[in-house]
């Protein structure tokens, strides 16, 4: 059964930084895309980063381009996202998904993309 728990998340104040985790259990992260996303209060879901199977290449909105990294720990068998210099437009609800087909992150495929866990809320704000 596919399972993803995400932590992480918690207040913190413009210019701060998170480290997200994404514990996934069912498969292992070398087999699958897995992508970051994230849910605002009034706005629809958009992707933030994905990274492929073997964590070789990876895709950020233009908008946290330079401030957040995605990697993959395969021994831990989690995704992680380092969110730097927070900004208050990151505040969301955040969330990975992976489409149990697609190894490779491709911008067109995000739509069928699942979510096999409740995200973890991450508010910036002074």
């Known amino acids: 059964q596919l399972q993803f728990v995400e932590s992480g998340g918690g207040f913190v104040q413009p210019g701060g930084s998170l480290r997200l985790s994404c514990a996934v259990s069912?498969?292992?992260?070398?087999?699958?895309?897995i992508a970051w996303f994230r849910q605002a209060p009034g706005k629809e879901r958009e992707v933030v980063s994905c990274?492929?199977?073997?964590?070789?290449?990876?895709v950020y909105r233009d908008s946290v381009k330079g401030r957040f990294t995605i990697i993959k720990d395969n021994a831990k068998n989690t995704v992680y996202l380092q969110m730097n210099k927070l900004k208050p437009e990151n505040t969301a609800v955040y969330f990975c998904?992976?489409?149990?087909?697609?190894?490779?992150?491709?911008?067109?495929?995000?739509?069928?993309?699942?979510?096999w866990g409740q995200g973890t809320q991450v508010t910036v704000s002074s």
């Open positions: 998904a992976d489409d149990p087909v697609q190894t490779s992150c491709v911008i067109t495929t995000f739509p069928s993309y699942e979510y």
């Open positions: 069912g498969f292992t992260v070398d087999s699958y895309a």
């Open positions: 990274i492929n199977n073997f964590g070789g290449d990876t």
